[in-house]
């Protein structure tokens, strides 16, 4: 499944809005004594969780970005250079300097589908993964959480879909439209049948079983006015997926993105999820 820079670039300020404060906060609390963590996130796309999380982890970074896609991964190189107060290349590496963090970004191209965790000793800091893990198989779940686990390795894991959504003004065909997206979420996204909503009660009860302390959060988009791009976006994508399956008469279809695209409130349901060695 490929997913466009630009659709990325559209959620990122909505996603930074909605990622749970109190998991933050913890995690914060958790390096606090540290001056350095090496970081691993998992479908980095184009680096927004690198900009959502830096300036809660110690002064000095080292990120390795693992993603599949070598057009995001050049484009996460573009963006977090723009980003940056200022920006090098040493080798591989690229070198930013913000706002008092010195951070070292590798770019790593990968199927994770083939290894949840494909990094070389030694075990990062954290591994991080934001709008990922509901398209990962139960399967794939259960294999990351026994190799986190075995090395002990920090899971900040947010933005997972729970499976609710919520649009004002109600149509009559919302909890269809909603029922046959939620089946849509299951369907293969190049790890297996995808965990979808459930992925982050999947990936809280392996890590905790196993001994992890795991908080849960959870992080909706309320996409308004000012996110209205996105909201038209994602409501076009629902309806895509409902023609997909062909469960609903196409013509109900289009009368409910109608209204969606001059609809006031689109709300989705995520949930953030954080596990620490025990
Ligand atoms: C919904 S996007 C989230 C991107 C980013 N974490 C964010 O929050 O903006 C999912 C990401 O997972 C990556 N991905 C999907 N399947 C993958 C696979 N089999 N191996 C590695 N990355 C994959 C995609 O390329 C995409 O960048």
Redesign the pocket.
């Known amino acids: 499944?490929?997913?466009s820079s630009s659709w990325?670039a559209l959620?990122?300020p909505a996603?930074l809005k909605a990622r749970a404060p109190e998991l933050l906060q913890v995690l914060e609390g958790f390096f606090s004594s540290r001056d350095y963590a090496d970081i691993v996130?998992?479908?980095?796309?184009?680096g927004?969780?690198l900009r959502a999380l830096q300036d809660i982890l110690p002064k000095r970074q080292s990120w390795r970005l693992?993603?599949?896609?070598p057009d995001?991964l050049a484009a996460a190189g573009d963006e977090l250079a723009a980003w940056a107060d200022s920006a090098g290349v040493h080798g591989d590496a690229l070198l930013l300097e913000k706002a008092g963090r010195s951070i070292r970004v590798r770019f790593i191209e990968?199927?994770?589908?083939a290894d949840p965790t494909p990094w070389e000793a030694p075990h990062p800091d954290l591994v991080t993964?934001?709008?990922?893990f509901d398209?990962v198989s139960a399967e794939w779940i259960d294999r990351f959480a026994k190799a986190v686990v075995t090395a002990r390795v920090p899971v900040y894991a947010s933005?997972n879909y729970d499976g609710r959504a919520i649009w004002e003004p109600a149509h009559p065909a919302d909890e269809d439209i909603l029922g046959c997206f939620n089946r849509h979420q299951g369907s293969d996204?190049?790890?297996g049948p995808a965990s979808g909503p459930q992925a982050a009660e999947r990936l809280t009860s392996r890590l905790s079983a196993q001994g992890f302390h795991v908080k849960t959060a959870s992080s909706p988009w309320l996409l308004t006015d000012d996110a209205r791009p996105l909201a038209d976006e994602l409501n076009r994508g629902v309806a895509n997926a409902i023609h997909e399956i062909g469960e609903i008469d196409g013509s109900v279809v289009e009368d409910w993105l109608q209204a969606r695209l001059q609809g006031d409130e689109t709300r989705i349901g995520h949930t953030d999820v954080l596990g620490l060695p025990g």
């Open positions: 499944m490929s997913f990325l959620r990122e996603d996130d998992l479908g980095s796309g184009t927004s969780t693992i993603d599949n896609d995001l990968a199927d994770l589908a993964a934001s709008a990922l398209l933005l996204k190049g790890f």
